[in-house]
């Protein structure tokens, strides 16, 4: 009795050691033709094999026309792994020229495509069939391939230093899949311009009918076929074409812009105000910008707003805190008749002498005594009372009709007179005017 009992353990442990791998993948691939017999290779892919010999799985296919062909160049007629991707397939035809795969054995949870070249592919599913056609008498060692997704092949009119240099030559690229079989992408210089182009997917040529730009680069909807989609190539670089398998979306990755050049900048003050001066005449680049000249009435400077930079003209640019504001070269229409803000490039400290000078401080206009005056800033130059040769200590701003910047920004403020020592006053916001629009301290 004990012996029997020996005898049946033994057994369970063989068993248990020749039971079959938990198979992630397992496919048996049969290529027949009218004139030769039928060529077989079987492919097994579990997490306990090796990417060596694995005994009682791998076997030699030394003399076999269908084989697997291993890093070293060893050929396999049987071939056990625990990562089938990428492994490569020769095949020795015959006199035919015509011949059919067909699939069977097939375990695993993860679906392998054989690829036919790197344009399309046959799924290696349980009865699959496939016909192919081969050189006769010929040894293909660079055609068949074995990969978990199917192949994504850029084809487009890419005018660059990989595909020629006109557009009409096609380019047929294909898109490199990523080590974790998420992606598959392929990279190309080419000149800047309008291109037109689509995707070979698993050898069906398919396309959205709609334009990439840098602004849209991301894009689904592949399912014309008939028709291309395009881009709009802003530089001369390298774009990278990336194919998403999960979204089926195409992002172009543009070069990276080059960083945009001008002419000249300022920077505002915490006030969202600056002087400015320039030789030549200047547009702003940006458009939440505002440029105005100045008239000088008493202790008030009346700001009208202008449409460019004149060029030795002083104005004051009105814009957001702290923000630096950039002009190219270009023009406008706006009278600067009546200007008194001055140019840096005016500024003569000798001649100074029975004027006074103000500079920009905050959101008015200071008494200056240094003796230079800034690169590309503007100053106002007042002559000094006559008589007591005096000067005010500041000169506040009037924008459009409208004293002090800040009250600017207020246009809902409520304004409400009243009486007090028999002048008439009115209180805006936080301010209190004189009828003449003077802000009263």
Request: aromatic residues 12%; contains cysteine.
């Given at each position: 009795?004990?012996?029997?009992?020996?005898?049946?353990?033994?057994?369970?442990?063989?068993?248990?050691?020749?039971?079959?791998?938990?198979?992630?993948?397992?496919?048996?691939?049969?290529?027949?033709?009218?004139?030769?017999?039928?060529?077989?290779?079987?492919?097994?892919?579990?997490?306990?094999?090796?990417?060596?010999?694995?005994?009682?799985?791998?076997?030699?296919?030394?003399?076999?026309?269908?084989?697997?062909?291993?890093?070293?160049?060893?050929?396999?007629?049987?071939?056990?792994?625990?990562?089938?991707?990428?492994?490569?397939?020769?095949?020795?035809?015959?006199?035919?020229?015509?011949?059919?795969?067909?699939?069977?054995?097939?375990?695993?949870?993860?679906?392998?495509?054989?690829?036919?070249?790197?344009?399309?592919?046959?799924?290696?599913?349980?009865?699959?069939?496939?016909?192919?056609?081969?050189?006769?008498?010929?040894?293909?060692?660079?055609?068949?391939?074995?990969?978990?997704?199917?192949?994504?092949?850029?084809?487009?009119?890419?005018?660059?230093?990989?595909?020629?240099?006109?557009?009409?030559?096609?380019?047929?690229?294909?898109?490199?899949?990523?080590?974790?079989?998420?992606?598959?992408?392929?990279?190309?210089?080419?000149?800047?311009?309008?291109?037109?182009?689509?995707?070979?997917?698993?050898?069906?040529?398919?396309?959205?009918?709609?334009?990439?730009?840098?602004?849209?680069?991301?894009?689904?909807?592949?399912?014309?076929?008939?028709q291309n989609s395009w881009m709009y190539a802003d530089i001369?670089?390298?774009?990278?074409?990336?194919?998403?398998?999960?979204?089926?979306?195409?992002?172009?990755?543009?070069?990276?812009?080059?960083?945009?050049?001008?002419?000249?900048?300022?920077?505002?003050?915490?006030?969202?105000?600056?002087?400015?001066?320039?030789?030549?005449?200047?547009?702003?680049?940006?458009?939440?910008?505002?440029?105005?000249?100045?008239?000088?009435?008493?202790?008030?400077?009346?700001?009208?707003?202008?449409?460019?930079?004149?060029?030795?003209?002083?104005?004051?640019?009105?814009?957001?805190?702290?923000?630096?504001?950039?002009?190219?070269?270009?023009?406008?229409?706006?009278?600067?008749?009546?200007?008194?803000?001055?140019?840096?490039?005016?500024?003569?400290?000798?001649?100074?002498?029975?004027?006074?000078?103000?500079?920009?401080?905050?959101?008015?206009?200071?008494?200056?005594?240094?003796?230079?005056?800034?690169?590309?800033?503007?100053?106002?130059?007042?002559?000094?009372?006559?008589?007591?040769?005096?000067?005010?200590?500041?000169?506040?701003?009037?924008?459009?009709?409208?004293?002090?910047?800040?009250?600017?920004?207020?246009?809902?403020?409520?304004?409400?007179?009243?009486?007090?020592?028999?002048?008439?006053?009115?209180?805006?916001?936080?301010?209190?005017?004189?009828?003449?629009?003077?802000?009263?301290?």
């Amino acid at each position: 009795m004990n012996k029997i009992l020996s005898v049946f353990c033994m057994c369970a442990m063989a068993l248990q050691v020749f039971a079959a791998p938990n198979y992630t993948a397992k496919a048996k691939i049969t290529i027949t033709s009218a004139n030769a017999d039928a060529k077989t290779i079987t492919l097994r892919q579990a997490a306990t094999f090796s990417d060596g010999y694995d005994d009682g799985y791998d076997a030699e296919g030394l003399g076999s026309d269908l084989y697997v062909i291993a890093s070293n160049n060893s050929h396999w007629q049987q071939w056990a792994t625990n990562n089938l991707d990428g492994a490569i397939i020769g095949f020795k035809s015959g006199i035919d020229e015509t011949y059919t795969i067909t699939v069977s054995n097939v375990a695993g949870s993860e679906t392998l495509y054989l690829w036919d070249w790197d344009f399309k592919s046959y799924a290696l599913t349980e009865g699959a069939s496939y016909t192919f056609d081969a050189e006769a008498n010929a040894t293909i060692e660079n055609r068949f391939s074995i990969h978990k997704v199917v192949p994504v092949q850029l084809k487009g009119e890419m005018v660059g230093t990989d595909c020629g240099a006109n557009q009409n030559e096609w380019c047929d690229e294909a898109l490199t899949v990523s080590a974790n079989n998420e992606t598959a992408s392929y990279s190309q210089n080419i000149t800047a311009g309008w291109y037109n182009f689509g995707l070979y997917i698993n050898g069906v040529y398919k396309n959205n009918h709609a334009e990439f730009s840098r602004d849209n680069n991301e894009q689904g909807g592949f399912s014309y076929d008939d028709q291309n989609s395009w881009m709009y190539a802003d530089i001369d670089g390298e774009y990278t074409f990336t194919w998403n398998y999960a979204t089926q979306k195409l992002t172009i990755t543009f070069p990276a812009a080059p960083a945009p050049t001008y002419e000249t900048s300022v920077t505002t003050n915490a006030k969202g105000l600056a002087t400015f001066s320039y030789d030549s005449d200047l547009q702003a680049v940006e458009n939440d910008v505002k440029l105005y000249k100045g008239d000088l009435n008493g202790n008030v400077l009346d700001l009208a707003e202008v449409n460019y930079v004149k060029a030795n003209q002083g104005v004051i640019v009105y814009g957001a805190a702290n923000t630096t504001y950039h002009f190219n070269v270009g023009t406008g229409t706006s009278d600067f008749t009546g200007n008194e803000l001055l140019p840096a490039s005016a500024w003569d400290y000798a001649a100074q002498d029975g004027y006074s000078i103000y500079v920009l401080s905050g959101n008015m206009l200071y008494l200056y005594e240094g003796d230079q005056m800034k690169p590309n800033k503007a100053f106002l130059k007042v002559n000094q009372n006559p008589i007591s040769g005096n000067a005010p200590a500041r000169i506040s701003m009037r924008f459009n009709g409208t004293q002090d910047v800040e009250n600017a920004e207020v246009e809902d403020a409520k304004a409400v007179k009243f009486v007090e020592n028999g002048e008439i006053f009115i209180r805006r916001g936080n301010e209190v005017y004189n009828l003449q629009g003077q802000i009263v301290k």
